[in-house]
């Protein structure tokens, strides 16, 4: 097999299972605020996953180390423009945004730098940009096309966030003769998220990653949460606490929550006339009240014996 071979099927193999992921968190958004462990451990998953898709050529991307914060907060800003000239041709604003913009908003969550893109050429609605430049706020119209990189941190902090975003967004704006690797990756990524991607490997797939069993133990988790909730719901469980009948009712047979009642058929049975004298309140005749204050509340009892101190009464019907 070839290089370029390897290379293809472990890209496929990784855009698998970024679809795999995205497919989950749409699932998992079904429960918002229930599997919150999950949903953060499936968020880094997917990030990861995207980092791992954009390695082009080998290039790994190491985690920004930071050191510790010195000073007060400064803020950075700076300017890189974008080649419009040498490739008119060329779309540079849709490479840098990627689709949905989630390639600007990677870099931003690597970097920790807010990145922008402003100039001539930087909105969509080409009229709208006609309109709007000379206007307050719009000045940037005026300058060319370029990328704005904005940072806040202490000065020995902002300094690396801002070396770091602009040396990636200088990669963004590099264009390689021959097939652009880049804008088929973020083609791949657009059809994972409009869900018109097909998966070709297996439904399992997690390449080259350590975390991979991980997700995958927790889908079946979740997976196993769901299935056991259906078949609650399948045997009529459900329906709040159980009635709380009376000693003389035990020998009923009287449904004890609302959805044994529904699902076996219709209403509860009718009581036979016949059984009411085994009831606390007969239709006829007179109850025995001997054991009446045995089955009243605590409460009641509590709230009886105060009244009584106080020379009032408390009528019972």
């Given at each position: 097999m070839?290089?370029g ?19 989950d968190k749409?699932q ?7 599997f919150?462990?999950?949903e ?5 998953e ?11 050529n080998?290039?790994v991307?190491e985690p ?6 010195s000073?007060p907060p400064?803020?950075?800003?700076e ?9 008119p041709?060329f ?6 945004l ?6 600007a ?22 009229k709208?940009?006609e ?14 096309l370029?990328?704005?990189i ?7 902090r ?8 602009v ?12 097939e ?5 990756r973020q ?14 490997s ?14 995958q133990?927790a889908?079946?988790?979740?997976q ?11 045997q009529?469980?459900?329906?709040g ?22 699902l ?9 006339p ?14 025995d009240?001997s ?5 009243t ?10 009244a009584?101190?106080a ?7």
């Amino acid at each position: 097999m070839r290089m370029g071979d390897n290379t293809n099927n472990n890209t496929q193999s990784i855009a698998d299972y970024l679809a795999q992921l995205l497919k989950d968190k749409k699932q998992l958004a079904a429960f918002p605020n229930v599997f919150v462990h999950m949903e953060r451990l499936l968020d880094d998953e997917i990030s990861k996953v995207r980092s791992n898709l954009f390695q082009i050529n080998g290039y790994v991307k190491e985690p920004l180390i930071l050191p510790e914060g010195s000073g007060p907060p400064v803020i950075h800003s700076e300017k890189v423009y974008v080649p419009v000239k040498e490739h008119p041709d060329f779309n540079f604003v849709g490479r840098i945004l990627g689709p949905r913009g989630l390639t600007a908003k990677q870099l931003e969550q690597e970097t920790g730098c807010k990145v922008m893109v402003r100039g001539k050429g930087s909105m969509r609605d080409k009229k709208k940009e006609e309109q709007n430049r000379g206007k307050p706020n719009w000045e940037h119209l005026n300058d060319e096309l370029h990328v704005l990189i904005t940072v806040e941190d202490s000065e020995n902090r902002a300094k690396l966030k801002l070396e770091r975003a602009v040396d990636e967004v200088k990669k963004l704006l590099t264009v390689s003769e021959g097939e652009d690797e880049l804008k088929k990756r973020q083609l791949m990524e657009l059809a994972i998220i409009n869900g018109t991607y097909r998966d070709s490997s297996s439904k399992n797939s997690s390449p080259g990653l350590d975390s991979g069993p991980r997700l995958q133990l927790a889908n079946q988790t979740l997976q196993n949460a769901l299935a056991s909730q259906a078949a609650v719901l399948r045997q009529g469980n459900l329906g709040g606490p159980p009635l709380i009948l009376s000693p003389r009712l035990q020998g009923l047979q009287v449904p004890t929550t609302m959805a044994n009642g529904l699902l076996n058929g219709g209403p509860p049975p009718l009581i036979n006339p016949a059984d009411t004298q085994g009831l606390l309140y007969a239709q006829y005749g007179i109850a025995d009240y001997s054991n009446y204050a045995s089955l009243t509340s605590p409460l009641l009892a509590d709230y009886q014996a105060h009244a009584d101190a106080a020379g009032c009464f408390l009528i019972f019907p």
